[in-house]
């Protein structure tokens, strides 16, 4: 493999010309958190200026049309999450949304004791978890960290782990930090064996990896835009409730904007009908306009494409690892097995922090670091190119090879 | 009173260059909504678009400086409202914090089979009560409808109803429908006498009427940045934990925003120090950015001066309703004393609806329809002029005399 071999693949990419649709500084560093945060595609950029006229001009006018943007958008992006419509909502944040929807899970299934979870899952879904144990007085087990702790638990450990005592299982599609993915109908199809319900957390799946919500049997989901759904920072999150669940399930926060006939503001609260209920307060707009228009550019790629790009991205990102980094002490942590990984590859080194920093300091690459030895390459196949993964492969080998940087601080990136 | 009066009062307004500092249509109608969303800013316009500017060119390297916007926008914004440093959270919506405030009140008085609020409170404020009643057990009282149930229940029977049984007391420090204010302090006084908490809601008072959480000794509180405070559509909540609680209170979202040292990670939830722990998920950038510099136009014109106008508006505006309104069925429900309103002035008519529609329709005047049968008229001091009072009044008098459209469908505005 060599550079020629790269640049290639970008000329008979037939994604290449989305690139253009972004705002991208031809100066800058090669982008490889794109899984962090992506970047600006210019119709977000002109959505939310867009916004801040709308709100100029129209004032509290404005309304009539935004009121209804949690639902829209989240019809819109539930097309691309294999979703019909009226079950997923743009909303609050992720983890706003995963309290919301684990409790109300908890709630209807009283009796059972028991939450699972997995040891390697992102923090704010353990907390949450831990948090909802906690105050139901279930106990929360956590799956791992077992022999594949790196890549959190398989889904045979996972599908073990359930049985009739079990209220919830909650898991991330994607693994946010290995890229290990799992086989959500199968583990769905278990939890549902045994009664319990479950909450699956895209982050690192939507917008990247081909989503099948009602096709699998998904209970509940939730999920952030500002990863490959390149929102914006701290953009809302999403959540979908299935439409046979939602007269029945009800959430904690019992804001006006879930409240049936709204604006009647009357007494007492009345659930909304459908997923409404589980809106809160009053949504961010300019949020839920970058959403929208974020979504057109994906839309405009197709998930197929996009996932078929990011196949063969993350297996170059393997190869060129294996060749390059592997005899300078770097490993390879996704799984080899292209059906249990998603759209980021991550690499092991005793020196990661070390070399994160010394390739964000010195502008060559920006990859992603996660405690304590693991920098994370996420190329979104709708921007990246295959010589950026070339290129940022062999700048991290150079590094490696040449010695890194001493450095101090801590690392502060969500 | 005439109209070269209030020109006159435009004048000698101290505050009228502020006006200059908001993106105003020239030719669109009086705006007199500004306690529902505000206009905007010019500075908040730069600020939002310097915001985009910055994801695109700092992508992910941009979160060592948005990291801390929840504290340092809560720092800013605690000095309008009278708050030491360390104590406000700019994060979430109103909605959501009022839960997470009221979870953790509720939680640390356990025992206390008693919630206090006001049914003439804005509903998000009461459903979120009504929840929370439900889910831990206790009996949610809320104050009239009295003998003066349109302007919310007066300091007298709110004391009154507050015993050792009561858990917490959450009320409007400004309420949304009347304009009626309460006196905070003398209310925190008789809950603290009877070992109860507080939690003040100030979306009404945020930004127009003068706030001394510290001084007031006030447990709570919680409020919104897009009325007077001009920061958007949907932009964020803020939220206020006495320091001296912050050890103790317990809310029930445990985020990894919440988690003392976040970016390690770890196994199991330990909550931040200070407020932080009130934090959830991940912060909405561009909101933070628009309050941010929205509050450095608030500081320029002062809280003193802002209010000093404000209340010569509604003192303008009560006079102006009486000779002009009163004689065609309208009635100021506000209330008259002072000392005892807000920024807002209502006035009550039979056909409130069809009035606002028409108003609204023929692009003369944008009030608020509050159900069944308030129009409310909201003066923001920083922006609105003494003139705009005047016609506001005048072309809603020229309405009622000359007759109303026939309008249908409902209103749909926050």
């Known amino acids: 493999m060599n550079r020629s071999a790269a640049e290639d693949m970008d000329r008979r990419d037939p994604l290449a010309p989305m690139r253009d649709r972004f705002a991208i500084d031809a100066d800058g560093p090669i982008y490889m958190d794109g899984n962090s945060l992506g970047r600006p595609p210019k119709a977000v950029l002109e959505a939310v200026t867009g916004g801040l006229a709308d709100w100029a001009g129209r004032l509290v006018g404005g309304w009539e049309d935004w009121i209804d943007l949690p639902a829209a958008v989240g019809d819109r992006l539930g097309r691309l999450l294999g979703a019909g419509p009226g079950q ?64 959190g638990a398989g889904a045979e450990a996972i599908c073990a782990a359930i049985d009739d005592r079990c209220a919830l299982v909650c898991l991330s599609h994607v693994n946010y930090r290995s890229g290990a993915r799992l086989d959500v109908a199968a583990i769905t199809e278990r939890a549902h064996a045994h009664g319990a319900l479950v909450l699956w957390d895209l982050a690192h799946s939507a917008g990247s990896v081909p989503v099948e919500l009602d096709r699998w049997g998904v209970d509940l989901a939730a999920g952030c835009t500002y990863k490959y759904l390149n929102s914006g920072p701290g953009a809302p999150g999403f959540l979908y409730v299935r439409r046979d669940l939602q007269a029945d399930l009800r959430q904690p926060i019992w804001g006006w904007f879930g409240r049936a006939r709204q604006f009647e503001m009357a007494a007492g609260y009345e659930p909304a009908a459908g997923p409404a209920s589980f809106l809160t307060g009053t ?132």
């Open 283 to 414: 949504p961010g707009v300019l949020g839920l306009l970058a959403v929208d228009a974020s979504l057109q550019v994906m839309e405009d790629a197709g998930i197929d494409a996009l996932w078929a790009k990011s196949q063969q991205m993350t297996r170059l990102l393997v190869d060129l690892a294996d060749d390059r980094l592997a005899p300078l002490g770097g490993r390879v942590v996704t799984p080899r097995d292209p059906d249990r990984r998603g759209a980021h590859v991550s690499v092991a080194h005793p020196r990661a922090w070390a070399w994160c920093r010394t390739l964000i300091d010195r502008h060559l690459v920006v990859p992603d670091f996660r405690t304590p030895d693991v920098v994370r390459l996420g190329p979104a196949p709708i921007y990246t190119r295959y010589v950026d993964c070339y290129d940022a492969v062999e700048l991290m080998a150079g590094l490696l090879a040449g010695g890194l940087d001493p450095v101090t601080g801590s690392r502060r990136v969500t």
């Open 88 to 151: 997923v909502l743009v909303c609050d944040s992720t983890t706003v949304n995963i309290y919301k929807l684990a409790s109300a899970a908890l709630a209807a299934r009283p009796g059972r004791p028991v939450i699972v979870g997995d040891a390697a899952d992102f923090p704010t879904d353990r907390y949450v978890l831990e948090g909802l144990a906690a105050s139901t007085g279930r106990r929360l087990h956590l799956l791992g960290p077992g022999t594949d702790d790196e890549t």
